[in-house]
């Protein structure tokens, strides 16, 4: 059987689908955020355990701990080529999902700082492997043509659990302390697990990439996507990995799509690491500051959709370039002292373009590779923009220390977000020629 089906094959598999492709979408989306919900209770939490007088942690020991996850999160998106490759993307997110869900069980029950930083790391390395594997699956079900708002779409869940994290912050911190948190965050993902084995499907572009073209044509049919798009049938698959990826036609696009994910996500894992204790020293009262981190969220889950559904009609390039831009905006307005309601607003609106930027890299990624670099890409991006993720909470923490975070923290990431607009502003749309179409023919 070929391994590419045809336009009538497709359009025939579309209307005897017998499965809805949503519920590989929304199995994603509660991964990931499941992913928002262990990655965000750090920032919610760190206020109350430099309060905690049995543990005395200072703000350098914070983000020691922030900065031991991040290095694990940048190996697991490292490693995500060569672990989808192996086990497929199904298998990648219910392995992340258990492991950092189990590891995080943990952090609730110790109290020694060497073995809360270990487990840290551990549960960072599941973590990793999480939102890049979720999103490329995602663009995968949906289809190229939507990889903007299926990257923006399906990062709205790691915000909502940022939200519910905040909210749980609220309500249980002060009557069952910050352990509380990593408990009832844990048991969520165990409880997940096994759904995500009984009805999550693999990627068919997963199982044609490994030559089970018969499997692949069953599950598009079975689901009515589309196996193939015009990147699939122009590229031809000859360098594998990393190596594909710094090839002439993707190596610009690849070294400027790890700068600017690095701005991205300096800026998204800065802010919600610090920005209640930044505003804790702006002496606002820990329900403030615990209020500000809830509400940036909630600006981000409006902005993704928002994104996702601008960058579907243009494209997430020129989208992302204007986000990064009106990034570094609000990011300076939120160091000017002003009335509580005005702030909430500006921070709100901070939440819509920051955490969107950065997603917005990931729909370029996954519009401008083909099926069987997708994952890798994205791996790629994330992995490699980590570094970004460990500079964020390092800034904040460095300027915090030095007694400088407010205003400073926020003029520093507002540059960062000019800076990122910049970078992106330097890739390319990858462009399929009728040429490439007849020298790789389908």
Not at 88 to 99: A, E, L, T
Not at 225 to 239: F, G, P, T, V
Not at 368 to 386: D, K
């Amino acid at each position: 059987m070929s391994s590419l089906t045809t336009a009538a094959d497709r359009g025939a598999g579309a209307a005897v689908a017998r499965k809805s492709p949503m519920i590989a979408v929304v199995l994603c989306w509660v991964a990931v955020l499941l992913d928002g919900f262990d990655m965000v209770v750090l920032g919610v939490v760190l206020p109350a355990m430099m309060e905690d007088p049995q543990l005395q942690l200072t703000a350098g020991e914070g983000t020691q701990i922030s900065t031991a996850g991040l290095f694990g999160m940048m190996l697991g998106a490292l490693a995500i080529g060569r672990l989808t490759d192996a086990v497929g993307r199904r298998w990648v997110i219910i392995g992340s999902v258990f492991s950092f869900s189990v590891l995080t069980l943990f952090l609730g029950f110790v109290d020694q700082l060497w073995l809360f930083i270990l487990l840290r790391f551990l549960a960072g390395v599941g973590l990793g492997g999480c939102m890049p594997t979720a999103i490329s699956m995602v663009t995968e079900f949906r289809g190229r043509a939507k990889a903007g708002s299926s990257a923006t779409f399906t990062t709205t869940g790691y915000h909502v659990g940022a939200v519910l994290t905040a909210l749980l912050g609220i309500v249980m911190l002060a009557d069952f302390g910050w352990q509380s948190l990593f408990v009832v965050g844990a048991l969520a993902g165990i409880a997940v697990t096994p759904i995500m084995i009984w009805k999550l499907p693999e990627s068919p572009q997963f199982l044609q990439s490994k030559g089970k073209d018969e499997e692949a044509e069953r599950v598009a049919a079975e689901y009515g996507i589309e196996l193939n798009d015009e990147i699939d049938a122009a590229e031809k698959e000859d360098a594998k990995g990393f190596a594909s990826l710094l090839t002439p036609r993707y190596r610009r696009n690849t070294i400027f799509i790890w700068l600017t994910s690095f701005m991205g996500l300096l800026l998204v894992y800065g802010l919600n690491t610090w920005l209640p204790q930044i505003m804790r020293e702006a002496d606002y009262d820990m329900g403030n500051s615990l209020g500000f981190l809830l509400v940036l969220n909630v600006g981000a889950v409006v902005g993704l959709i928002i994104a996702g559904q601008i960058s579907d009609k243009t494209n997430p390039r020129s989208t992302g370039i204007l986000w990064f831009v009106l990034s570094g905006v609000f990011l300076a307005l939120m160091a000017i002292k002003l009335p509580l309601l005005a702030l909430y607003a500006i921070v709100f609106l901070t939440g819509v373009f920051v955490f969107s930027s950065q997603n917005l890299v990931y729909g370029f990624v996954g519009a401008n590779h083909p099926s069987y670099l997708r994952a890798t890409a994205m791996g790629g991006a994330a992995g490699v923009g980590r570094l970004g993720a460990i500079s964020g909470p390092l800034l904040g923490g460095l300027l915090l220390s030095l007694g400088m975070a407010h205003p400073w923290s926020f003029f520093a990431y507002a540059a960062v977000g000019f800076l990122g607009a910049a970078l992106f502003a330097v890739t390319r749309p990858l462009r399929v020629t009728r040429k490439m179409l007849v020298t790789h023919p389908q």
